[in-house]
């Protein structure tokens, strides 16, 4: 299920108050690059709309953890469209600001690969208990589904207390 970063136990009010503000954002941005056409401004829009993209969409502890925080990747992005007159130095803090949202989404990508392996241990040992009644089968069939999602050769499972 996807949340697109919005709690669900947030009210109504507030997640209406999320999608307004990132409504005029997204316009007051669209605004800027249609009146400033210089040759690096539209491409630092650009940037600093993705790293708000990305901290609207992603609010959760990872994304925070690995980016820094989207409000310290817009500020990066605001110092490089304030000074339009140091071509050079703006594509260097240009590239920055891109390698942060680079990093950002390789990270996130890694947490949900991660997570996802580790739902369908959960998943395959739901489908092995839900299918035989015997503990030994189980046990067996549990630990050959592990060992081949995790790519190990050998392993071992039992239950504390018995022989």
């Not at 954002?25 to 605004?31: C, F, Q």
């Not at 920055?96 to 241990?121: F, M, Q, T, W």
């Amino acid at each position: 299920m996807t949340n697109f970063g919005l709690k669900p136990d947030r009210p109504l009010s507030s997640v209406s108050k999320q999608i307004f503000f990132s409504l005029i954002a997204v316009s007051v941005m669209a605004v800027a690059v249609a009146i400033m056409r210089s040759s690096q401004l539209p491409y630092v829009m650009l940037l600093l709309g993705t790293a708000y993209a990305v901290g609207v969409v992603s609010r959760r502890r990872t994304v925070i953890d690995d980016v820094k925080s989207s409000d310290a990747i817009a500020e990066k992005g605001a110092v490089v469209a304030q000074s339009p007159g140091k071509n050079q130095e703006n594509q260097e803090k240009a590239a920055v600001v891109k390698r942060d949202l680079d990093e950002a989404g390789k990270n996130k990508i890694r947490s949900l690969v991660k997570r996802n392996h580790e739902l369908l241990v959960l998943y395959s040992l739901a489908n092995v208990v839900a299918s035989s009644l015997e503990l030994s089968e189980v046990l067996s069939v549990a630990l050959d589904g592990v060992a081949k999602i995790f790519g190990a050769r050998a392993g071992e499972i039992g239950i504390i207390g018995e022989p």
